[in-house]
């Protein structure tokens, strides 16, 4: 009973550098969603989407492209990192929107 | 835009304490409201799930409560033991097919 598997869990990238973290769930869960936590700003929605084929755009979402190409994954890509994005990343997913699991985060440095 | 607010920001409490912590939302519009528990450096665990229809849930020794019409909702902690000591989340759903709205958190302590 894996839940949310987010990889990796800690990450440390160049400016201008780019990568991808990855989001699984095996609940066939159709919503899926990525938040950034910031000190002092608390969670803030970057993308989501509400089924495989379906993405779109939250409060911040400059800078990251997302993908939906099956129900279990949800990758998120940052595609020329920089410092203001140094953060904890959390996926999360639900089933039509009754009550979210969250992955355990990946911690990721930008120098 | 539906805003979340939780107040305190943090607090600290002598262990066997009852405790509340404070969930207010602009809009009464939602879909449901959760309460998570956040550990230093970890994930977020969901504690309790509020429908749009119920007025309240318990698990253990907590009990949330939802009054959508004034925008509330508040978590209660009985008996409350250093180990419950972490930041409590509360979080709206708006829609069934929109994700959650995250207040900053209580960030409570519990002393031995």
């Known amino acids: 009973n894996a839940g949310v598997t987010q990889t990796p869990k800690f990450q440390v990238l160049k400016t201008g550098q780019s990568m991808t973290l990855q989001c699984a769930q095996d609940?066939?869960?159709?919503?899926m969603s990525w938040y950034r936590q910031d000190p002092g700003m608390g969670l803030r929605l970057i993308h989501y989407?509400?089924?495989?084929?379906?993405?779109d755009q939250g409060e911040v979402p400059n800078g990251y492209n997302v993908s939906r190409s099956t129900t279990e994954d949800f990758p998120l890509r940052l595609l020329s990192a920089a410092p203001s994005q140094t953060s904890v990343y959390f996926c999360a997913s639900s089933f039509s929107g009754y009550g979210y699991t969250f992955g355990s985060g990946t911690r990721l440095t930008v120098v | 835009k539906q805003e979340v607010t939780q107040i305190p920001a943090a607090l600290s409490v002598p262990e066997g304490e009852n405790l509340v912590l404070n969930c207010s939302f602009t809009d009464s519009a939602i879909y449901n409201l959760q309460w998570f528990r956040q550990d230093p450096g970890k994930g977020l665990t969901s504690l309790l799930l509020?429908?749009?229809?119920?007025r309240e849930q318990t698990s253990g020794r907590l009990n949330a409560s939802l009054d959508k019409s004034s925008g509330r909702s508040t978590l209660y902690i009985a008996a409350s033991q250093p180990g419950d000591s972490a930041t409590y989340l509360c979080a709206v759903s708006p829609s069934g097919n929109t994700p959650l709205v995250f207040g900053k958190g209580t960030r409570l302590s519990v002393i031995a």
């Open positions: 509020i429908q749009s229809s119920q």
């Open positions: 989407s509400v089924g495989a084929g379906i993405t």
């Open positions: 609940m066939n869960h159709e919503y």
